[in-house]
């Protein structure tokens, strides 16, 4: 009898049964969530925001008014061209140089440095870096890539140089372009993490400024962002196996691109030439304008270091460098400040200001203290770029930097002492203040934080202070009696909550003017006020500028920023006429702009206009001390103390900043 | 009986070339899709005339012989487990078990049927990561033209298993679909060929596979309990190398993720499309009607189809050498 089912159709079946076996591919790498700050390679104090949220820094306009600034007639708008400008090829000096850079932006690089006859240097790199391979991280196919040139990898070319500028001051300039065009590009994503505009994401980590553009879109200094070419850390590399790629085969020509490097570091001022050592004959000899006030060429002690000091005798690199002011502190320098600050701190600062280039533990380092816990443990924008922050937060140099913390008051471990990481969120109520009432509060600059969660502390007696939509990052305080009132701030991210996080406010219903009419006539005339004596530094009259012409160089100890009344813009006139209208041809705009740079609009307590004046990191000491006793006289009576005074005035530049410094 | 003799075929024994494991592959999924429907349907028009009547699938299995179990049990030397380039393999040694049982279905004088079910495990000696558990299923149709001795035997053939690993990247499954050809030259020579499409579906992309292969077998008898045999297989199409990165692999690559089934540093598997040749020497030995000891050599050598203009070959290409012990049983 015949089976009724037929055999080859079970087997068939079978097979069609089994075949319904697939899968999708859930072992695959997902690409992660982006956490912590997006913000790196940006400066972290990124200036006025914009109307979409953005930081001028970080702008279309920010970058073209920087070429337009140093490139007027697009000369240089090809890679080609540039190139050509500046003798690519030619006659010189001219090394070229593969390395992985395994420290900073994990890049393949192929460097060509030259130096033409008449002194300018110009340094072209080619980046590669395989995306494909999961994440953005140096491996060794970069260096690959860069050795064998693969286009495919080629991610983009960076161009450097040294060289005048159309307004005759020589200075480091800073290009990006297209590594299959050509083209010269606006801005670039350098990390992964999204295009950033030029020249930020290259001058943020060369010693730049960023300063605000003028009221005509103009970059400030005619482009000079007071940037350097960086030293090239030869032990911070990796390098091919390949023959004419080790390191032995190219040791002597990266010791001559840091010669070359060496030859942008000026000189200090005075300094006879020559000086007995070879390194020093192509270093011009600083004017006394600049070297007063400019950076100090602070690197050039550690370049000479490497290669054994003054003279460069030694063949090879080798960091052993400790300035001497670290001496005892050895372990937290080569630890923390030489592998994950230094490469960028060192090339800032000025004469005035030369804190921030961390080259001294107990005058510079120390005293930054407060602010390396921000930016390294709250905000988690320091180290400014991704794999050296990365290989930051895998080393031991959290824990060594938390002691250092630890030593100075500033707890940044939990409860069973572990260290704490940046993501965590964090309530920032704002600065203490006196205001008027309703007064608006803000926690927007609060970190990593969804949710908002006021309350009132403490209150005057008798009093009945209401907080209107207090689960809001913008409450509204009010209250019936003038006095003190202690707010409190707690904020999460949905799945944690932060310590709360009080401010004082202090209502005076007299107060004059109110915070929401601060303008920037007052805050002017704080500044130019005979007691706080600003523009006995900040002032036009010791500056490079002629008669009519902008003074973008200061001279010797002045500030990088004038608060006294002269012709910024080119019209004449209107310096300090009482007449404030929001335009190119109003001088007071022009120091309007120039001013809102001196504000932290993410970090308000870190804005330069209040630190300062109360005597962190400010080359003319403490301004405003609120203890100071002495009797008030005009223009600052009414006020018990001149200390009372003092306070007054820094309670309105912390007004007028919280309410988005309005003109 | 010898390994891999079971039925033309082929028997899923370790496989010498790609991944030990499933790779990658999104096409490969959507062509035995359609080859499932295929099959399914052809399932339904052969049993369309069969009211579902108890009685019928009582005579089918009636009609089933049963050819009974095989077992195998295997020790294998392997000199580069991750199919990776010269200096980046790794050695590693395999212990194997494997069961199976068939049936044949006869459908006229001249075609028959044949059904196998198998089920085995591989224990990696060092590269834990890579020991795996699978089982599957083969269906067989064949035609004979003639009683002749020296007359072909024609097949199709369909197989899939499922296989889990002691790393979570290559688990999934493995198709094949093809068909084959078996003619005796001689009474003491036979030929056999086989053509077909394999493909993997691992958990990863990277291990999601197709490949085409060409498969031809020569066994010589030189005595009534001695075979010697020799066999040659062209792939062409998906095979994945594991190793650490390199400039040539990335740009060879169509896929690359970091390996799961290595902790000794980071290696990445990268597949890509590859032309790969085995060399089977195999010398069995029988010891009466129901075992045998199976000593065989394995060579493999790969090179990417597509291989950059910056790469040498010796960058690229990978070679696999795998020396097996095997006792078989039936019973």
Partial sequence: MRPLLHPAAVTLALAALLSGCSQSNTGDPVAQPITGPNSFLLFPNPGAPQPNGSFQTNTTAYAQAYYAAIDPLNAKDTLTKWMNANGFGTGGTEVAVVFGDTRDLGYGRRMTVRRNVDGTIAAMVENYLAYSIADYVYNRVNLDAAVARDSRWHVGTNGIEFSPAPNGQTFAKFFTFNPVTGERLLAASLDGRGEKAMPGICISCHGGRADPLTPTGGFPREGNTRARLQPLHVDSFDFSSAAGFTRPDQEAKLKTINQLVLCTYDLPQGTLKPTGFAEDDCRPVATSDAWFSQWQSTAAEMVKAWYGGDGMLSAGFSDTYVPADWVGQETLYKGVVAPYCRVCHILRGTSNQSDVDFTSYLFKFEDYADRIKAHVFDRGNMPLAKIINRRFWSSNAPELLATFLDNHGFNVRDGSGNILRPGRPLADPGPDRTTTVPATLSGANSLFASTYNWSIVSKEPGSSPTLTNANTATPVFNTNINGTYVLQLVVGNGSASSNPEQVTLTVDSGLSPAPSAVRFSDIRAILQSSLTGCTGCHTDASSTGAAGVPPWEPLGFTPPIFYTDYNRGGTPGTAGDGVYTANSTDDDYWFYLALRGRANFTDIAASPLLRKPTGHHHGGGQVLDFNNTSACVAPCSGFATLGDWYRAQYNTFVNWIVNGAPY | ?331
Wanted: hydrophobic share 40%; aromatic share 10%; net charge positive.
């Fill in chain 2, 1 to 331: 009986m010898r390994r891999g003799e079971i039925i033309p075929s082929g028997s899923r024994t370790r496989s010498v070339i790609g991944p030990l494991a499933p790779a990658a592959c999104s096409t490969g999924n959507t062509g035995w899709r359609e080859l499932g429907a295929v099959a399914a349907g052809l399932a339904l028009l052969a049993g369309a005339s069969a009211p579902a009547r108890a009685a019928g699938y009582s005579e089918f299995l009636d009609s089933i012989e049963f050819r009974g179990f095989r077992a195998e049990a295997s020790y294998t030397s392997d000199d580069n487990v991750t199919r990776a380039p010269s200096g980046d393999s790794l050695r590693d040694r395999i212990l194997g078990v494997r069961v199976s049982a068939a049936g044949v279905i006869p459908l006229s004088t001249r075609t028959r049927a044949a059904v196998q079910g198998f089920a085995g495990t591989q224990k990696f000696g060092t590269y834990t990561g890579l020991s795996n558990n699978f089982i599957g299923t083969q269906g067989d149709f064949f035609f004979r033209s003639s009683g002749e001795f020296a007359a072909a035997t024609y097949g199709a053939f369909v197989r899939t298993a499922k296989e889990e690993y002691d790393s979570n990247l290559r688990d999934g499954y493995r198709h094949a679909f093809g068909v084959t050809v078996l003619k005796p030259v001689t009474d003491r020579i036979q030929l056999s060929g086989a053509l077909a499409r394999n493909i993997s579906d691992g958990k990863s992309t990277v291990f999601d596979q197709s490949n085409t292969s060409l498969r031809g077998n020569a066994d010589w008898s030189l005595g009534r309990w001695d075979t010697v045999y020799l066999g040659a297989e062209f792939r062409r199409g998906d095979t994945v190398s594991t190793g650490r990165q390199t400039l040539a692999l990335v740009d060879t690559a169509d896929v690359i993720v970091q390996d799961d089934a290595f902790n000794d540093t980071t290696r990445f598997a990268y597949r890509f499309e590859a032309r790969t040749w085995l060399a089977t020497l195999g010398y069995n030995r029988a010891f009466g009607e129901r075992h045998s000891l199976d000593v065989s050599w394995r060579r493999v050598q790969s090179m990417p189809l597509h291989p950059p203009g910056n790469a040498s070959a010796s960058e690229l290409r990978y070679v696999v050498n795998q020396f097996s012990v095997a006792y078989l049983a039936r019973f």
